[in-house]
């Protein structure tokens, strides 16, 4: 999957004996606390939560707003970065800027870093643009474009040498730079962001980005992802 990559930096720990105890604490007498050494334990839990709470789309999500967990992407293009940025509730973000270091464009004339490594054009192969018209983009169109990279490249190193600042110069860069982000969320906020980007007439690459989501949400709360993906995954279903 390209150099793409979605990486866990930290999350809740026991995510889903955690949104079980906010489950309990809806309709238990108890101070749920005082009972911490009763609670049942995490694959239970996901048991449970996903019975009580989310089984039968029964709009119960406020408990999935508890656990968070904290993410690095890399290696995206810039267009898909902006897309997933548009989500604004229960998500926050860390995006390389550019306006305090291009160097990494700078990199590529100097041989120290691969073309590649810095600017994302998709692969050779067949493509549908918006109304459905089938196209090729050629060995040959890549070539093209990839040297449209360099030589954007070798401008942006020459206007820093002539003194620009970096967020001025950043003005050259060819749009689907490989930007690196941090975001964090919520489980429902995840969950959310999937519907809304894993569905068919999401931009190709934030499709791959969910399916790199969905990996570390599996790792993270299993049996809520499981029950994702059989109920919700792809089926653009109205967001929770
Ligand atoms: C296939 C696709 C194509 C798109 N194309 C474009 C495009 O061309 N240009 C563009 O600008 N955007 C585009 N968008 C972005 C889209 O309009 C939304 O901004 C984006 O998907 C964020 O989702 P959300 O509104 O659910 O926000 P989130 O921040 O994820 O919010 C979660 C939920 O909170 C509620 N909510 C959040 N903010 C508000 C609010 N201000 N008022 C009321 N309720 C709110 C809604 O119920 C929302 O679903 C596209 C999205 C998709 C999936």
């Keep these: 999957m390209d150099k793409f990559r979605v990486e ?21 007498e108890e101070f749920v606390w005082d009972e911490r050494d009763r609670f049942p334990e995490e694959s239970k839990a996901g048991e449970l939560i996903v019975k009580h709470l989310i089984a039968g ?36 973000f860390d995006v390389q800027s550019f306006r305090y270091t291009g160097s990494r464009i700078i990199d590529v004339i100097e041989d120290k870093r691969n073309i590649e490594d810095v600017f994302y054009l998709r692969p050779v192969g067949n493509y549908t643009n918006r109304q459905g018209k ?25 206007r820093i040498n002539e003194g620009l600042a970096e967020e001025h110069a ?17 489980a429902r906020s995840l969950m959310h962001l999937l519907d809304l980007r894993w569905k068919k007439d999401a931009q190709l690459e934030a499709q791959k980005f969910c399916e790199l989501l969905y990996l570390r949400f599996e790792e993270w709360m299993p049996h809520v992802a499981h029950w994702y993906e059989e109920n919700r995954a792809k089926k653009a279903r109205l967001s929770p």
């Design 8 to 28: 866990t930096i930290a999350a809740t720990a026991n995510p889903q004996q955690i949104v079980w105890a906010a489950m309990h604490q809806d309709y238990s």
């Design 134 to 158: 089938r196209y090729f983009y050629s060995e040959e169109q890549r070539k093209q474009d990839l040297k449209w990279c360099l030589e954007a490249c070798k401008l942006y190193q020459q």
């Design 57 to 92: 789309n029964r709009g119960h999500w406020g408990p999935l707003e508890h656990p968070q967990i904290i993410l690095n992407v890399g290696y995206f293009p810039h267009s898909m970065m902006q897309q997933i940025r548009t989500h604004r509730v229960g998500i926050s």
């Design 170 to 186: 950043r003005s050259l860069i060819p749009f689907d730079a490989r930007q690196h982000f941090i975001m964090s969320c919520n």
